[in-house]
């Protein structure tokens, strides 16, 4: 079928056909798509969000006082 493409899913190197009824492309499901998602947080974004909050809320106080 000419202009059908597939791509391989990044986490287990799946063929994936990229198209719209490939909801998790370019993973092949929504398993790989997590895995992928989780290895990327933990890496990249160790501090949580909840941090970040904390934080900010303690510099003003620190100041003020
Ligand atoms: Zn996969």
Known sequence: ?????????PQCGAPVAWEPESRY???CS???R???LGAWASESYRVPVADE?????DS???KAS
């Not at 202009?3 to 899913?9: A, I, K």
């Not at 909050?53 to 809320?57: I, Q, S, V």
């Open 34 to 36: 997590m895995i992928d």
């Open 30 to 32: 929504e398993r790989c």
């Open 1 to 9: 079928m000419p202009g059908r493409r597939l791509v391989s899913c």
């Open 60 to 62: 003003p106080q620190e």
């Open 53 to 57: 909050a904390a934080e900010a809320d």
């Open 25 to 27: 492309r370019p993973f």
